[in-house]
T-cell receptor, first 111, second 115 residues
Framework: GEDVEQSLFLSVREGDSSVINCTYT??????LYWYKQEPGAGLQLLTY?????DMKQDQRLTVLLNKKDKHLSLRIADTQTGDSAIYFC???????????FGRGTSLIVHP | ETGVTQTPRHLVMGMTNKKSLKCEQH?????MYWYKQSAKKPLELMFV???????ENNSVPSRFSPECPNSSHLFLHLHTLQPEDSALYLC??????????????FGSGTRLTVV
């Protein structure tokens, strides 16, 4: 199986909260990341969380980390049409300096 | 503008052509990376340069040849490509390669089509 798994699609109504989930396999991962890719653009780092944290909040974004279940989530409050993009989860596996990326979740925001 | 600039944005080339992709970063970073992004596949790391030295080469075919003349510039030289090499090629940089918690800064990519 893949090292980092994400569902491929998520559809939400404008104004609702979006929750994008990710599972990873390496329990010794030290840093975990969320990137956003808009059409025609590269990946943009949204936020990162250290493995010794459970939660990180940054304006409309909340990252939750459950180390026991190796589960990472990104919650976007008050989702807007401009949030439509592909969201990538990534981990830095222990002993490696190269992050492992998931396949990305396409977030579709409809009116 | 992320601080990582890639040119050209789009490239169409024949299988017998030779072309180069260029990446430039103005962030003072010491590490630079080439990734390949194909539809329905995870991001594929191709090459890693740290302080202008190649430190990773992920079993990339020799028809792709990287060059890093200084810490601000990275090239990917292409020759005799195959149609399956059509993809979005992304350049990224980071402050350092090892012990880097801050993630990568990506360019907008070059959309390559091999005909």
């Amino acid at each position: 199986g893949e090292d980092v798994e994400q569902s491929l699609f998520l559809s939400v109504r404008e104004g609702d909260s979006s929750v994008i989930n990710c599972t990873y396999t390496d329990s010794s991962s030290t840093y975990l990341y969320w990137y956003k890719q808009e059409p025609g653009a590269g990946l943009q780092l949204l936020t990162y969380i250290f493995s010794n944290m459970d939660m990180k909040q940054d304006q409309r974004l909340t990252v939750l980390l459950n180390k026991k279940d190796k589960h990472l989530s990104l919650r976007i409050a008050d989702t807007q049409t401009g949030d439509s993009a592909i969201y990538f989860c990534a981990e830095n596996p222990g002993g490696s300096y190269i992050p492992t990326f998931g396949r990305g979740t396409s977030l579709i925001v409809h009116p | 503008e992320t601080g990582v600039t890639q040119t050209p944005r789009h490239l169409v080339m024949g299988m017998t052509n030779k072309k180069s992709l260029k990446c430039e970063q103005h962030l003072g970073h010491n590490a630079m990376y080439w990734y390949k992004q194909s539809a329905k596949k995870p991001l594929e790391l191709m090459f890693v340069y740290s302080l202008e030295e190649r430190v990773e080469n992920n079993s990339v075919p020799s028809r792709f040849s990287p060059e890093c003349p200084n810490s601000s510039h990275l090239f990917l030289h292409l020759h005799t490509l195959q149609p399956e090499d059509s993809a979005l090629y992304l350049c990224a940089s980071s402050p350092q390669h090892r012990e880097n918690p801050y993630g990568y800064t990506f360019g907008s990519g070059t959309r390559l089509t091999v005909v």
